[in-house]
C-alpha cells in the first residue's frame, strides 16, 4: 500500500489509553503498555502538521451500570477523578489534546468515544473527513469507536500496532479487527505514515 498522507482532513483519536486498562490495572489489558510507544509515534507526527488529537476516557462513576455490583460484567475501573482513570504517565498527550469523556453517568454504558459524546460534532467543526483509531481495547471500545466513525461517515484508518485487546474469548482481537475492515476501515502499518522505525530500548 501507498503511504499515507495526511492534511487538514484527518484527526487521530487515541482510545482509552487509560491506567486502569494497562497491565496491573483494575482491568488490564495483557499487552496494553506496548501500544504506548507507536502511539506516541503517531502523535508526534500529527502534532507535527498540527493536525487535531482526541483522547477518549472512562470516565465513571462509582455506582456505574458496568461494575459487577450492579449487574455488569466489569470489575469497578476507571472511576472518574482516580488514579485508575488518569491517562497512561507515558503516553505524549499534547496539552491541546481533546479529551471525550464517556460513560459519566451510573445509568448508561459506552464503549464507543462517539457514544453520548458531541465528538462527531467536534470532528466536523474542524473540517475532519479521515479519522486514526488506536489504543484499547481492540475488541470493545476501538471496535464500537471504529463502527460508529464509519457509520458517521468518517474515513477510517486503524492501527493494529498500536491496539491490543482483552480477548475474553480466545482470538477476539483479530475477530474485532475483521469486522472493522468489513465494515470499511482501512488498516495501516505504522510504516505507511512515512515515520523513522521504532526504537528498540
Not at 17 to 39: N, R, T, Y
Not at 78 to 84: E, R
Not at 124 to 139: F, H, K, M, Q
Request: glycine share 8%.
Amino acid at each position: 500500500m501507498s503511504a499515507i498522507h495526511l492534511d487538514k482532513r484527518d484527526a487521530l483519536l487515541v482510545i482509552d489509553m487509560q491506567a486502569d486498562f494497562l497491565p496491573g490495572g483494575a482491568l488490564g489489558v495483557a499487552g496494553g503498555h506496548e501500544v504506548v510507544a507507536p502511539i506516541n509515534h503517531l502523535i508526534e507526527l500529527y502534532r507535527a502538521q498540527e493536525l487535531p488529537i482526541f483522547a477518549s476516557r472512562d470516565w465513571h462513576p462509582g455506582d456505574h451500570c458496568s461494575f459487577q455490583a450492579q449487574g455488569g460484567p466489569w470489575p469497578p475501573h476507571c472511576v472518574a477523578d482516580t488514579p485508575g482513570a488518569a491517562f497512561a504517565a507515558e503516553l505524549a498527550l499534547p496539552d491541546d489534546a481533546v479529551v471525550i469523556s464517556k460513560a459519566a453517568t451510573a445509568a448508561a454504558d459506552a464503549y464507543s468515544a462517539f457514544g453520548g459524546t458531541d465528538l462527531a460534532v467536534q470532528l466536523r467543526e474542524r473540517g475532519v473527513e479521515r479519522v486514526t483509531v488506536v489504543g484499547l481495547a481492540t475488541d470493545y471500545c476501538v471496535l464500537n469507536t471504529v463502527t460508529d466513525a464509519l457509520e458517521e461517515d468518517f474515513t477510517t484508518l486503524v492501527v493494529p500496532e498500536a491496539m491490543r485487546a482483552v480477548d475474553v474469548r480466545p482470538g477476539d482481537g483479530r475477530r474485532a479487527l475483521d469486522r472493522m475492515v468489513a465494515r470499511g476501515a482501512v488498516p495501516v502499518r505504522l510504516g505507511e505514515f512515512g515515520m523513522v522505525a521504532l526504537s528498540v530500548a
